[in-house]
């Protein structure tokens, strides 16, 4: 059972959950043609599967926060468990388009930002299942808080279908992108 004061934050985090999802099919239908190319097809597709994996467990976490008497350190585990397990998935997808130049690191940083979430959301769930801890209650709201993050970031990319990380916005405004209208992954 989730304290009262936490209540308001999950509230939030569902209706801003549920209207990211709606606007990344949005995002999504806008450019179907990339994920037909051979070119941007494992990019196209693996930023709007994070995307839509992120959000949707944003919205599953806080939701279920809401409902009386739930074990969220359950769901928390299981919700935890799946984006981990997403995250070899897409490790493996992208393992052949990584070895091409250029694409490596975008891959490792999509990689890197699901296994972070999901780590966190699994411990925090074990600390949850052991007795209602706070500390655990806001590592998931930053878990939530991540997601929404990590989710607008991914469904960013698909737009512009390039990288928008710092160094590569940093390359851009000086000039330096090599690659200034192409998909990065």
């Known amino acids: 059972m989730i304290p009262e004061d936490y209540r308001e934050f999950f509230v939030a985090?569902?209706?801003?959950?549920?209207?990211?999802?709606?606007?990344?099919?949005?995002?999504?239908?806008?450019?179907?043609?990339?994920?037909?190319?051979?070119?941007?097809?494992?990019?196209?597709?693996?930023?709007?599967?994070?995307a839509l994996l992120v959000f949707t467990n944003a919205l599953v976490i806080s939701l279920a926060a809401l409902v009386p008497g739930v074990s969220l350190g359950w769901w928390a585990v299981v919700a935890g468990v799946t984006v981990l397990t997403f995250a070899a998935g897409t490790a493996r997808s992208v393992a052949g388009p990584a070895r091409?130049?250029?694409?490596?690191?975008?891959?490792?940083?999509?990689?890197?930002?699901?296994?972070?979430?999901?780590?966190?959301?699994?411990?925090?769930?074990?600390?949850?299942?052991?007795?209602?801890?706070?500390?655990?209650?806001?590592?998931?709201?930053?878990?939530?808080?991540?997601?929404?993050?990590?989710?607008?970031?991914?469904?960013?990319?698909?737009?512009?279908?390039r990288d928008t990380g710092v160094v590569s916005s940093l390359?851009?405004?000086?000039?330096?992108d090599p690659d200034a209208t192409g998909l990065q992954d």
């Open 13 to 50: 985090a569902a209706g801003a959950s549920g209207a990211l999802i709606g606007l990344l099919f949005v995002a999504v239908s806008v450019f179907p043609e990339q994920a037909r190319q051979a070119t941007t097809r494992v990019g196209f597709n693996s930023r709007a599967s994070a």
């Open 100 to 161: 091409r130049r250029g694409h490596r690191a975008e891959s490792l940083w999509l990689i890197a930002g699901l296994t972070i979430i999901g780590g966190w959301e699994v411990y925090a769930g074990v600390r949850l299942i052991a007795g209602l801890d706070l500390g655990a209650v806001q590592a998931l709201n930053y878990v939530v808080i991540g997601d929404l993050a990590y989710g607008i970031a991914r469904a960013w990319q698909l737009i512009g279908l």
């Open 171 to 176: 390359r851009l405004i000086a000039g330096r």
